[in-house]
């Protein structure tokens, strides 16, 4: 059973920083694309970065210069690092990845991790 873990989520002052993690674990073979998504209350869910198995990054537009999102294949964990909050990144974030295990590829999503920002 391939799960998602996702921790470190949390209250955040405006203008501070919080790193969130996702850990892959079950039987895998490959992990090929990762990303971070959001839901705001009453917003559709947002992509907010992705990373490919190549490196290759994406970033919402609003989030750009202020998160960083980073993997570490050997242990099958993404990373989302986010810097210069603001009160509207407040929201759920979910982790999500594209996994291959026993049968074949698979969209695997993590359980949210609040992430509030306010004074």
């Known amino acids: 059973q391939v799960q998602l873990v996702v921790s470190g989520g949390g209250l955040v002052q405006p203008g501070g920083s919080l790193r969130i993690s996702c850990a892959a674990s079950?039987?895998?073979?490959?992990?090929?694309?990762m990303g971070w998504y959001r839901q705001a209350p009453g917003k559709q869910r947002e992509l907010v970065a992705s990373l490919t198995s190549s490196g290759t990054t994406n970033y919402y537009d609003s989030v750009k210069g202020r998160f960083t999102i980073s993997r570490d294949k050997t242990k099958k964990m993404v990373y989302l690092q986010m810097n210069s909050l603001k009160p509207e990144d407040t929201a759920v974030y979910y982790c999500?990845?594209?996994?291959?295990?026993?049968?074949?590829?698979?969209?695997?999503w993590g359980q949210g991790t609040q992430v509030t920002v306010s004074s």
């Open positions: 079950g039987i895998i073979f490959r992990i090929d694309d």
């Open positions: 999500n990845a594209d996994i291959l295990t026993i049968t074949k590829t698979k969209n695997y």
